[in-house]
C-alpha cells in the first residue's frame, strides 16, 4: 500500500470545524464530542482510533446527521463536505448525501439489513434511491456485479437471499457492497470488524483495501485495534474523552507518538511480533464526561504530568510538534524520556521501527 | 435502518460515557464512596418519582385508600339507610351527588363502595400473583415434566371462557367478596404464572447464574438469591394490571347483580341502576359517580403500571 | 498481601505436578424438532479432545468463535455435563461423581467469565457478590471474619474495601471484571478457568487485567485454563497452547512452538491473520487469506475438518481423521497429514 502524503495544498474533502456533541441523561449532560477538527483528504485512508467512549463514533454520526436530538445535540462552526455545509442541510438533503456520496459500514450487518427483504432488493433499492433513471433490472445487474466485486460466491444465487442465510463474514461483505453502489467519496467504517473472527475480518479487510483502489473514496476506519489502524491508515486521529488528542501520519504516529495516551496505548498492547516482559497498564479509569477533569482531561493518568499545574488547569490545544504531526500535550517534547522508560518495563521499544 | 442501527450504537455509546462517568475512582476517593449508594432499587424509585402519570396515579389511588379506611368518618350519611322522603333527588346542598332509587346517599354508597373495589383488586391481585409465581418459579426453575404439567394447566385455564365460568361459580358459591376474591385469583394467576416462567427461564440463562452454579450454589439458592429478586420488580408491574382486571371484573359481577350483596355499597352495584332506561337518561348523577369512579381508578393503577415498568426497563438499569 | 486465615487447609499441589488432565472429552447437544420433540441430530460442539495442565502453570485455548473452547471450558467444571470422555482432576475423574461430591472440589476449580456486565447479580452489593462463594461453601461463618474476609479479596484485585457496598452497576468494565476475579479467589482455589476474560475490555485496561491475572498467578500458584480468540494475549500469558478447529485441537505444544514454529495450516493462517501494530511490518506481510466460512459443527466435513478451507488439501484429508501426533519430528503434535514448519517472521 502506497502512502498518499498530506499534501495541504490540495482541498479537504470534510473538513469538520470545532464540532461539539453533547447528550442530556438522567444523570447530567454527557459531552460526547468537545470541541473537535479535523480533515480528510480526497482518497485518503484515515484511521480513527480510541477506547470505548472517545467519541469516535459519535463524531461521525454527529456529521451524518444520525445523532438522535434529543437527547443529543450537535453543534460545529462548521462541517465542509466538498463545499456545502452539512449541519445546515435539512433532513431531506441530508438523506441524498447519505449512502450516496458517503456511506456508512457499521458493525453488525445483521442489524443494518432489514430482514424481510432479500440482500438483493435492499441493494438494488439503495442504488435506486439516489438513481432514478436506474431500471430494475439494471439495478439487479449492478447488485450482482458488485456482490461479486466484494467477493460474495455465486451472487446470482446470493442476490436472492435473505440476511439470515448469510454468514457474518459474508453480511459484511455485502454491506460493503451497498456501500460501494452509489460510488461515494467518502466511506466511513465503524468497526467493521469488530464482531468477526480473526481469519474472517483478514477477508474484510483485503475486500475493504481493494474497494479502496477500485473506487478511489477516501475512507475513515475507525476502530478500537491499533493492529488495523496500523495495517490499513494513511492517517490517523488518536481520539481520548471526547477529544483528538494526537493527528499524525501512520507512520509517524507509531514510530514517534507524540502524546502520552498513544504511547500508552502501544505499551499495553500484547503483540505477537515480539515477546514483552510485561506490559505497561494505563492506571485508572477512562474520566466522565459528565464533569470531564479540568485542563488536559488524560492528566488524571497521565506519567508525564509528574503533579505540574498546567495539565490540571490548561487545556492543550493540538499544536504542530513536527511537519503534520499535531499534539494535544503541554510537554510533548518530554515523550522520548518516557518512551525510555517504557522501554525498560515492557522490554521492547513499542515504537515503530520505521524511519520518518 | 441504518439510522436505527446507529441510534443503538450511540445509545451504548452514551451508556459507556455515563458507566464510565460515575464509576468510583478504585484508588479510592473515600469521601465518594462513603456518599450515597445507588441501589438499583433506589434508581427504579427514582425513575418512577419521574413518571408524572404514575405518580399522579399513585396520588389518586393513595387518597382512594384513605378514603375506603375513613368512609365512617368522611360519608356524610349512612350509606344503607334510606330516605323515604328523597327518592332519586338530583345534586343538592343536602346530598352532594344526589339519591339513588331506595333514597340513599350517592356520594355516601361512592365512598363505601371504594371499600369493596380495593379489596377485591388487592386480594385477588396478591393471591393470583402468590400462586403464579410459586407455580411459575417452579415450572421455570425445575423444568422437566413439572414445567410441561403447570404450562398445560396455565394453557387450559386460559382458554376458559373465564366470565361464563366466573358467573357459573359465583353463583354456585353464592355472592360475597370472599367468593369473588378466589374466583377472580382462580383465574388471574396463569398471566402470572406465564410471565413468572417466561422470565425466570431467561435469568437462568445469565452469565450471574452460571458464575453462581460455579461457585457451587445449589439450585434452591439460585431460585431464592438470583432468580426470584430478578423476577419480583417486574411482577409488580404483572401486579397492577393484575389489579386493575379484578376491579373491573368485581364491578362487572356487581353489575349483573353477582357481586356483593345487597344493600352493601359496591361501584359495579350502583352502576346495575343504570339498566333502566329512565335513570340512564334523566337521572345521570346515579350512575356516572361510579362509572366514572371505576374508569379513573382502573386507569390510575394501569399508570402505575406504566410508571413501574418505565423505571424498571433493563436497558436503562445497565 | 497474604491471606489471613486459609481456606483451603488442605495442601496446595506443587508446582508442575499434573492438576488437570482431559481426556477424549466429547459434549454433544442434540438438535431438536421444535414440535414432537424428536432429535433431528447433534451439535458436536466438542468432539474428543485431550487436554493436561500441572499446578501453576496456564493453558490457553485458542480458537474462533464456535470452536467450543467455551464449552470445554464449562464442560470441564460440569457446568455443562460432558457426553463422553474424562476430566480427572488432582487424580479423581470427576465426571463419575454426584453432584454431592462435585460441591467440596468447587472450592478449588473456578471460573471468570467475559462479560463482565452480565456476570455479576445487578441486585446484589459487590460485598454479597464476592461473600456468595463463601457462604455457599459455609467457610468465614461469622459475619465478621466474612466482612474482612471479603475486604481482604477487594484489595486484592485493587479495589477499595469502601466500594463493597455498592452495586455492579456503578463500575466500570474493568472493575467488574476485578470484582469476578475476587469472587472467584474467594475460597482461594487452584486452578481458574478463564474463560476470554479481558476481550469485552479496552486495550488500556485490558492490560490491567492481564497483570492483575500474572500477579495473583504468581502469589498464589494458580494454574490457568485461559480461553481466548485472542492470540497476542494469549501468547503473552500462557506456557503452552492448544489450537482448537470445530470442536477438535489441531495443534498444541509450548508458546514458542506454536508462535514461533506453527506447523498446521489453521495455526498458521490464524497467526497470519492479526494484524500487527507495527505500520513498518504492514508490507512485507503475507497474509494467508483463507476461503470461506467455518462449517457448521452439526455437520463437519469428513476426515480433517479444516480441509474444506485448507490451501493444501489433498483427496485423503476427505478419508482420514489425522491424529493429533508428530509425524514429521516436527517437534510438537500437529492435526496435519503435511504439517510443515513455517517460522512465523514469514507469516
Known amino acids: 500500500m502506497t502512502q498518499r502524503p498530506n499534501d495541504s495544498s490540495r482541498e479537504p474533502l470534510l473538513e469538520v470545524r470545532n464540532l461539539n456533541t453533547t447528550f442530556k441523561t438522567e444523570t447530567g449532560t454527557v459531552q460526547a464530542v468537545r470541541g473537535v477538527n479535523w480533515e480528510i483528504y480526497p482518497g485518503e485512508f484515515l484511521g480513527v482510533v480510541g477506547e470505548s467512549g472517545s467519541g469516535k463514533s459519535v463524531t461521525m454520526a454527529s456529521i451524518m446527521g444520525l445523532v438522535p436530538t434529543p437527547p443529543g445535540s450537535v453543534g460545529a462552526d462548521s462541517v465542509t463536505f466538498e463545499g456545502k455545509d452539512l449541519l445546515s442541510l435539512n433532513e431531506r438533503q441530508m438523506r441524498r448525501i447519505r449512502g450516496h456520496e458517503i456511506s456508512m459500514i457499521f458493525q453488525d450487518p445483521m442489524t443494518s439489513f432489514n430482514p424481510v427483504h432479500t440482500i438483493g432488493n435492499q441493494i438494488s433499492e439503495a442504488i435506486r434511491v439516489h438513481d432514478s433513471k436506474m431500471t430494475r433490472r439494471a439495478a439487479k445487474k449492478r447488485s450482482i456485479e458488485l456482490l461479486s466485486l466484494v467477493g460474495v460466491p455465486s451472487p446470482e444465487v446470493r442476490f436472492a437471499q435473505f440476511p439470515h442465510e448469510y454468514s457474518g463474514g459474508m453480511r459484511q461483505r455485502a454491506m460493503i457492497a451497498m456501500a460501494i453502489a452509489n460510488q461515494p467519496k467518502l466511506i466511513i467504517a465503524d468497526e467493521p470488524t469488530t464482531a468477526l473472527d480473526v481469519t474472517i475480518q483478514a477477508q474484510i479487510l483485503d475486500v475493504l483495501n481493494l474497494i479502496q483502489e477500485e473506487t478511489d473514496a477516501a475512507t475513515i476506519l475507525i476502530t478500537h485495534d491499533l493492529g488495523l489502524i496500523a495495517e490499513m491508515s494513511d492517517r490517523v486521529l488518536v481520539m481520548y474523552a471526547g477529544k483528538v488528542v494526537e493527528t499524525a501520519t501512520v507512520f509517524e504516529l507509531f514510530a514517534d507518538p507524540k502524546h502520552p495516551y498513544t504511547l500508552g496505548l502501544l505499551a499495553s498492547l500484547p503483540r505477537l511480533d515480539s515477546q514483552l516482559d510485561s506490559l505497561l497498564s494505563i492506571p485508572g479509569q477512562p474520566p466522565s464526561l459528565i464533569t470531564p477533569p479540568t485542563g488536559c482531561s488524560f492528566h488524571p493518568r497521565c506519567d508525564l504530568t509528574k503533579g505540574r499545574s498546567e495539565c490540571r488547569s490548561e487545556l492543550p490545544v493540538l499544536v504542530e510538534a513536527s511537519n503534520g504531526h499535531h499534539t494535544a500535550c503541554h510537554f510533548w517534547d518530554e515523550m522520548t524520556e518516557i518512551a525510555e522508560v517504557v522501554t525498560d518495563t515492557v522490554g521492547i521499544d513499542v515504537r515503530s521501527s520505521v524511519e520518518t | 435502518m441504518n439510522d436505527e442501527r446507529t441510534e443503538q450504537i450511540l445509545d451504548e455509546e452514551a451508556q459507556a460515557l455515563i458507566g464510565a462517568g460515575e464509576a468510583p475512582d478504585p484508588r479510592g476517593d473515600m469521601k465518594r464512596a462513603k456518599a450515597k449508594i445507588q441501589s438499583p432499587g433506589r434508581i427504579a424509585w427514582r425513575r418512577f418519582l419521574r413518571h408524572r402519570l404514575a405518580l399522579g396515579g399513585m396520588v389518586f389511588v393513595g387518597i382512594l385508600f384513605l378514603v375506603a379506611i375513613f368512609a365512617e368518618f368522611l360519608a356524610p350519611y349512612d350509606p344503607n339507610v334510606v330516605n323515604t322522603s328523597a327518592f332519586r333527588t338530583p345534586p343538592s346542598s343536602e346530598h352532594w351527588l344526589g339519591t339513588d332509587s331506595a333514597g340513599r346517599d350517592v356520594l355516601s354508597r361512592l365512598i363505601f363502595g371504594a371499600r369493596v373495589s380495593l379489596t377485591v383488586g388487592v386480594a385477588a391481585a396478591l393471591s393470583a400473583l402468590g400462586l403464579g409465581t410459586l407455580l411459575g418459579l417452579l415450572a421455570g426453575v425445575v423444568g422437566g415434566w413439572v414445567d410441561s404439567f403447570i404450562m398445560r394447566a396455565v394453557d387450559v385455564f386460559l382458554s376458559f371462557p373465564s366470565l361464563m365460568l366466573i358467573l357459573l361459580l359465583v353463583a354456585v358459591l353464592g355472592p360475597s367478596i370472599g367468593t369473588i376474591v378466589v374466583v377472580i385469583a382462580l383465574f388471574e394467576w396463569p398471566t402470572a404464572a406465564r410471565i413468572v416462567r417466561q422470565m425466570a427461564l431467561s435469568v437462568k440463562e445469565t452469565d450471574f447464574v452460571l458464575s453462581a452454579r460455579a461457585v457451587g450454589s445449589s439450585r434452591w439458592r439460585i431460585m431464592r438469591k438470583h432468580v426470584a429478586p430478578a423476577v419480583l420488580s417486574p411482577l409488580t408491574v404483572v401486579g397492577t394490571l393484575l389489579a386493575a382486571q379484578a376491579i373491573l371484573l368485581e364491578a362487572a359481577l356487581s353489575f349483573l347483580g353477582l357481586g356483593v350483596k345487597q344493600p352493601q355499597a359496591s361501584w359495579g352495584g350502583m352502576l346495575e341502576e343504570a339498566k333502566s332506561l329512565t335513570i340512564l337518561e334523566q337521572m345521570p348523577w346515579m350512575w356516572i359517580p361510579p362509572g366514572l369512579t371505576i374508569a379513573v381508578t382502573v386507569l390510575a393503577i394501569n399508570f402505575i403500571g406504566d410508571g413501574l415498568r418505565d423505571a424498571f426497563d433493563p436497558r436503562q438499569q445497565m | ?347
Open chain 3, 1 to 347: 498481601m497474604t491471606s489471613t486465615v486459609d481456606v483451603s487447609a488442605d495442601d496446595r499441589m506443587p508446582l508442575g505436578e499434573e492438576m488437570l488432565r482431559v481426556e477424549d472429552l466429547k459434549v454433544h447437544f442434540p438438535v431438536k424438532s421444535t414440535v414432537l420433540r424428536r432429535k433431528l441430530g447433534e451439535v458436536k460442539a466438542v468432539d474428543g479432545i485431550d487436554l493436561e495442565l500441572a499446578a501453576g502453570e496456564t493453558l490457553g485455548l485458542v480458537g474462533e468463535s464456535g470452536c467450543g473452547k467455551s464449552t470445554t471450558g464449562q464442560a470441564i467444571l460440569r457446568l455443562i455435563e460432558p457426553t463422553a470422555g474424562k476430566v480427572i482432576f488432582r487424580g479423581r475423574d470427576i465426571t463419575a461423581i454426584s453432584r454431592r461430591q462435585m460441591s467440596p472440589l468447587r472450592r478449588e476449580m473456578q471460573i471468570v467469565l467475559q462479560d463482565p456486565f452480565a456476570s455479576l447479580d445487578p441486585r446484589m452489593t459487590v460485598r454479597s457478590i464476592i461473600a456468595e462463594p463463601l457462604k455457599v461453601h459455609g467457610v468465614y461463618t461469622s459475619g465478621k471474619d466474612r466482612r474482612k474476609r471479603v475486604d481482604e479479596l477487594l484489595e486484592l484485585v485493587g479495589l477499595s474495601s469502601e466500594l463493597g457496598s455498592r452495586f455492579p452497576h456503578e463500575f466500570s468494565g474493568g472493575q467488574r471484571q476485578r470484582i469476578g476475579i475476587a469472587r472467584a479467589l474467594a475460597l482461594n482455589p487452584q486452578l481458574l478457568i478463564l474463560d476470554e476474560p479481558v476481550s469485552a475490555l479496552d486495550v488500556s485496561i485490558q492490560a490491567q487485567i492481564i497483570n492483575l491475572l500474572e500477579e495473583l498467578q504468581k502469589e498464589f500458584s494458580l494454574a490457568y485454563l485461559l480461553i481466548a480468540h485472542d492470540l497476542a494475549v494469549v501468547k503473552h500469558i500462557c506456557d503452552r497452547v492448544a489450537v482448537m478447529y470445530l470442536g477438535k485441537i489441531v495443534e498444541t505444544g509450548t508458546r514458542d512452538e506454536i508462535y514461533n514454529d506453527p506447523t498446521h495450516p489453521y495455526t498458521q493462517a490464524l497467526l497470519s491473520a492479526v494484524p500487527t501494530p507495527d505500520p513498518a511490518k504492514r508490507d512485507d506481510k503475507t497474509r494467508i487469506l483463507l476461503e470461506g466460512d467455518v462449517p457448521t459443527p452439526e455437520n463437519p466435513p469428513s476426515g480433517c475438518r479444516f480441509r474444506t478451507r485448507c490451501w493444501k488439501a489433498q483427496p485423503e484429508c476427505a478419508d482420514e481423521v489425522p491424529a493429533l501426533i508428530d509425524r514429521e519430528g516436527l517437534g510438537h503434535p500437529s492435526a496435519c497429514l503435511f504439517p510443515e514448519s513455517i517460522a512465523a517472521e514469514d507469516l
